[in-house]
T-cell receptor
Framework: DGGITQSPKYLFRKEGQNVTLSCEQNLNHDAMYWYRQDPGQGLRLIYYSQIVNDFQKGDIAEGYSVSREKKESFPLTVTSAQKNPTAFYLC?????????????FGSGTRLTVV | QKEVEQNSGPLSVPEGAIASLNCTYSDRVSQSFFWYRQYSGKSPELIMSIYSNGDKEDGRFTAQLNKASQYVSLLIRDSQPSDSATYLCAVTLNSGGYQKVTFGTGTKLQVIP
């Protein structure tokens, strides 16, 4: 079945540590996105990529980095510069027509600072 | 003013009733409108999209769009306990060649058996 796989499901980060969240899709979608969800807040865009080897900052990119070396993969690194990383992270993709046809989301990664 | 506003709820309805969820948006040139359902601890799932004024029906769900009044609503007929979830409204508009998507904070729906 086609879909988006995020791993791990739960991740614990120590202070000062970088961690990488994985996102893989087999939908043949061109565009991929990373969102962060905090309680009581809407989803906020971190980074997006519309084609391989190209990506753009979203609304809250500080303290995060991404790469897009393959169409299927869009990993997100949460760096030590992100001071409040505890959140639910969602990876999404869109096919032909882009966001006009809505997102397909992965199952999410819940990151906690310990 | 928030770009996309929803009442956080919870909205409680008895089983079998109609649940009405509302969303208002601030940008008049918004183009596409979506409703996502998100169960607790899970990721959002697209359930409805609407692009032009009027109603769009899909099973027990009806999306309604009124661009003049800048609101979009979701009606759930014959509500079931399995409909209990948070419903996110999302709005898309063109911003510098990129179709920006803005989400509301969601309305929590509780269907009481």
């Amino acid at each position: 079945d086609g879909g988006i796989t995020q791993s791990p499901k739960y991740l614990f980060r120590k202070e000062g540590q970088n961690v990488t969240l994985s996102c893989e899709q087999n939908l043949n979608h061109d565009a991929m996105y990373w969102y962060r969800q905090d309680p009581g807040q809407g989803l906020r865009l971190i980074y997006y990529s519309q084609i391989v080897n190209d990506f753009q900052k979203g609304d809250i990119a500080e303290g995060y980095s991404v790469s897009r070396e393959k169409k299927e993969s869009f990993p997100l690194t949460v760096t030590s510069a992100q001071k409040n990383p505890t959140a639910f992270y969602l990876c999404a993709s869109t096919g032909t027509g882009g966001t006009n046809y809505g997102y397909t989301f992965g199952s999410g990664t819940r990151l906690t600072v310990v | 003013q928030k770009e996309v506003e929803q009442n956080s709820g919870p909205l409680s309805v008895p089983e079998g009733a109609i649940a009405s969820l509302n969303c208002t948006y601030s940008d008049r040139v918004s183009q596409s409108f979506f409703w996502y359902r998100q169960y607790s601890g899970k990721s959002p799932e697209l359930i409805m999209s609407i692009y032009s004024n009027g109603d769009k029906e899909d099973g027990r769900f009806t999306a309604q769009l009124n661009k003049a009044s800048q609101y979009v609503s979701l009606l759930i007929r014959d509500s079931q306990p399995s409909d209990s979830a948070t419903y996110l409204c999302a709005v898309t508009l063109n911003s510098g060649g990129y179709q920006k998507v803005t989400f509301g904070t969601g309305t929590k729906l509780q269907v009481i058996p």
